[in-house]
């Protein structure tokens, strides 16, 4: 860290805290739920919605193989999706971490947020929402909801952090 470094703290990620930048796919008491298969289940309800259909697009469920970041880290890149929301669901059995910025062409760094997904929690970005890829604190998997469509769709647009100073502490 130098005098340059500019460092965003982790906060525990909950639905109320992150609802500008999407949901949290998360089983508990304040889902709608109910009792489903004879009673052998209990299904939690629209916990998020898949935004995916401009242009034609399609949800698409992908696995992705997450390799274990080092904290603390430098953040390097915030992307958004401006034609589909982008859910991320853990399967491991790991905590992870989610960066989130407000803005339009570019990220709002200045009120940009960290958060502490627990194993349980999942999140869905909304459509356009600025977020740095994946933060796998351990090796694992993902299962990942999102947009997919036609090839050269412009989906994923990048903004370079590089050399800013940004850092996660945990």
């Known amino acids: 860290m130098n ?6 703290q982790v906060q525990p990620l909950t639905a109320e805290a992150f609802k500008a930048f999407g949901d949290v796919i998360q089983a508990n008491d304040a889902a709608k739920h109910f009792s489903i298969n004879q009673g052998y289940a209990e299904r939690y309800d ?3 919605l898949v935004d995916a259909n401009d242009l034609g697009g399609q949800a698409s469920i992908s ?11 430098e953040l390097s890149v915030l992307e958004k999706h401006p034609l589909g929301s982008q859910a991320f669901m853990p399967m491991s059995g790991h905590a992870y971490l989610v960066v989130v910025a407000p803005g339009v062409d570019e990220p709002l760094m200045d009120q940009a947020q960290c958060f502490l997904a627990t194993a349980t929690q999942g999140v869905n970005y909304a459509k356009g929402t600025w977020h740095h890829p994946l933060l796998a ?3 694992g998997d ?3 909801v999102d947009r997919s469509g036609a ?6 647009v990048e ?10 502490m945990r």
Request: proline share 5%.
């Open 159 to 168: 903004f370079s952090l590089q050399g800013l100073g940004w850092l996660v």
């Open 63 to 73: 696995i992705f193989r997450a390799k274990a970041r080092p904290v603390p880290m």
């Open 46 to 48: 629209r916990l998020a």
């Open 142 to 144: 993902f299962l990942v």
């Open 151 to 156: 090839k050269g769709d412009m989906n994923c």
């Open 3 to 8: 005098a340059s470094s500019r460092v965003l």
């Open 137 to 139: 604190l351990h090796d």
